[in-house]
């Protein structure tokens, strides 16, 4: 990988920017890794400048793609987040900077912080560029991930499958979404993988190629004949995807029917709908297996005419039928809806975009799911916060460390003496943000809470322990003034 072809695939979908800074970006990051070296062997700076890439190809904007080259930066050398804001503003700064916090989560497979990592991860980046990043940082790393050993890279492809795919999918960034699918299900499952890869890849490859020859020399006159300008391809089917239908309806590879899948897409919806007309009168369709999501697109906002026939031979072929946009829409999601939005009228701007294309999906799809889901004030009242082992915690809006002292063990809420946030000395009843990282000192010899601490606390949790020492202090005290008060 070098600088220039990341800087060639930029200026492919942002012609007129200029785009220089990026070698300076890229000079920047080289010498701060200088001398390091991947697990693999390679220099360090391909890991960046691969990451840089990724973003291109998902049409990310200038500052994005930048921060994805520095990303690893403040984290891993002796350049500050500072130095990196002195020399690339503060937008890039704050990318790098979301990036950094994320990467401090750490994942430890158990049920009860899946929930609250997925939303932490999003609720801890205001800037949704910040997860295309992320996103980015770990396919490299999936790709590369031969040099750890077996056991580390099955937790990250657990960690991959449970927390960053999904919140691909509900971005519908499905491009992403499919490529670490697939890398994840090759390390957690050598055997099946290499199984279906050789079905797929060897065995059905050439009877499917014939099929499609076929349906592709019947279906191309008619809809010449109606004049639809068209482009078709075989969809390529995702390994991972595959494999989960098999397991979740229990049938054996061929009886996935819609392996043999095809894809054609058309300039205008009106084109969608002639063209399904085309194939339903050359073919019966399977009317149970018909979807419209044009007229009403998923929650993630994807469009696209679904329909299963049976094709020549009587081989059951799903079809899918959408304009180029939905197609650009479906693989890029939300990101593709800030490109269009911009390409149209020509003009480059990006701060903000993000929750432009939130207002965009609102007004687009009317589905509210999306946005409700993506849309960061929906946490509004809860913050997320995390201890120095990386565990998260989510607590009600302006809770403090006691309260988060006593979310993590009744014991440390009763010792705290003192607290780092974000390795800073705090005081015990400041509020904390979203993201801090919060680290309790206690005090081996005390034993109870302070009372005091009832004047500020926010969880419940945490009101109920103190109050409970609080009326076992009173009972001890009148027990050293009424010696005849005994327990029993
Ligand atoms: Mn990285």
Redesign the pocket.
Known sequence: MTIDRIINKFKENHPGVDASILHLAYEYAKEAHQGQMRKTGEPYIN??LH?AYILTEIKADLATVIAGLL??VPEDTYRTLDDVEKEFGEEVANLVKGITKLGKIKYRGIERYKENLKKMFLAMTNDLRVIFIKFC?RL??LRTIEGLPVEKQKRIARETLEIYVPIAGLLGISRLKWQMEDICFKILYPDKFHELEYKYEVEKKVERNQFFQKIKNILTPKLKEANVDYGIEIRFKHLYSIYQKMQKKNRKFDEIYDVFALRIIVPSINDCYKTLGIIHTLWKPNPSRFKDYIAVPKPNGYKSLHTTIYGPEGKATEFQIRTNEMHEESLYGLAAHWYYKHSERNNYQSPNWIKEIIEVQKEVTNTDELVKKVKLDVFQDRIFVFSPQGDVFELPERSTPIDFAYAVHSNIGNKAASVLINDKLGKLDQELRNGDMVKIVTEKNRHHPNPDWLKFVKTRRAKERIKQYARKSSLERLKRFIPGIKEK
């Open positions: 890991h960046p990451t990303h690893d940082d490299n790393n």
